[in-house]
């Protein structure tokens, strides 16, 4: 039967789509280190102290690519280089959600509107990561090879979306509550696009690796497009959405290292 397990484990069992998926994976998370970083570099004065928070998000992000190439050594795999069209993090950017690259790369600080923008961006993709990472902790959380990197990267996604929600919330206190329902809106809608985009080229590069059918292909299609229709219907509000997180000041402190895969 055609479960989320049984596609996951198939890919993780093969070499090539295992290479695949950790270099997919290891690329957007490196690159998320990138960006938190040159973010915490910017902040604008009046809003320092969020820099430290900023710092251990990209921390973090980079910390879970470190982990995803060593889960490929680990099997003797090398890095292969990520298809353009399953690369999520610059879809996003090249549909101008969150930063653009080319501000960042300056010496000018930003503005309360770009960290305003940074955190709803934030807030909307890593309400995905956080999902993502609950279903592969839900099915590979006792995984002899997979496990300890899967908990300890599902916690830190957990605790990125718990400090956008406290962040945006604060910012939202100070008068920006309108601007931050519209960029959200704005950053779920064209995720939920990028999202879809993705699976289905992922989806096809994996099927040509694992010699697929048609038939199960199709599938899979179709179940994507499921899923994009439901989100474009209701299911995008739930990365609207903003509300007090259980976990308070989730990176308040310093950023954990990652485990060693021997």
């Known amino acids: 039967m055609l479960s989320a397990k049984s596609l996951f484990q198939e890919i993780l069992d093969h070499d090539e789509s295992f290479r695949l998926f950790c270099s997919i994976a290891a690329s957007g998370e490196s690159q998320g280190g990138w ?13 320092r102290e969020l820099a430290p928070k900023i710092a251990r998000h990209g921390a ?3 910390k879970h690519g470190r982990i995803f190439n060593a889960l490929m050594k680990k099997r003797g795999l090398q890095p292969v ?10 879809l996003l950017e090249k549909h101008g959600i969150g930063l653009a ?21 934030s807030r909307v993709t890593e309400q995905r990561a956080s999902e993502q990472m609950e279903l592969l ?39 920006h509550g309108r601007a931050i329902q519209h960029t959200l809106r704005e ?10 985009d993705v699976s289905l080229a992922v989806m096809a590069h994996m099927g040509r690796i694992l010699g697929w059918s048609r038939a199960r292909s199709a599938v899979l299609a179709a179940g994507i497009h499921g899923v ?4 474009r219907a209701a299911g995008w509000r739930r990365m609207v959405s903003l509300k007090p997180p259980e976990r308070r000041d989730a990176l308040g402190g310093p950023a954990t290292s990652a485990p060693e895969f021997a």
């Open 35 to 47: 960006e938190n970083a040159r973010i915490a570099a910017l902040v604008p004065p009046g809003e």
């Open 228 to 231: 994009y229709a439901y989100e």
């Open 60 to 62: 973090d992000e980079d």
């Open 101 to 121: 690259h080319d501000k960042l790369s300056g010496d000018e600080p930003l503005t309360v509107h770009d960290i305003v923008t940074y955190l709803a961006h």
């Open 187 to 196: 950053c779920a809608l064209a995720e939920i696009r990028v999202y879809r």
């Open 81 to 90: 280089p990520v298809p353009p069209e399953t690369d999520y993090t610059m």
């Open 137 to 175: 902790r839900k099915h590979f959380a006792d995984h002899p090879d997979l496990g300890r990197a899967v908990r300890m990267i599902s916690g830190d996604e957990d605790n990125h979306l718990a400090y956008c929600h406290e962040e945006l919330l604060r910012f939202a206190r100070a008068g």
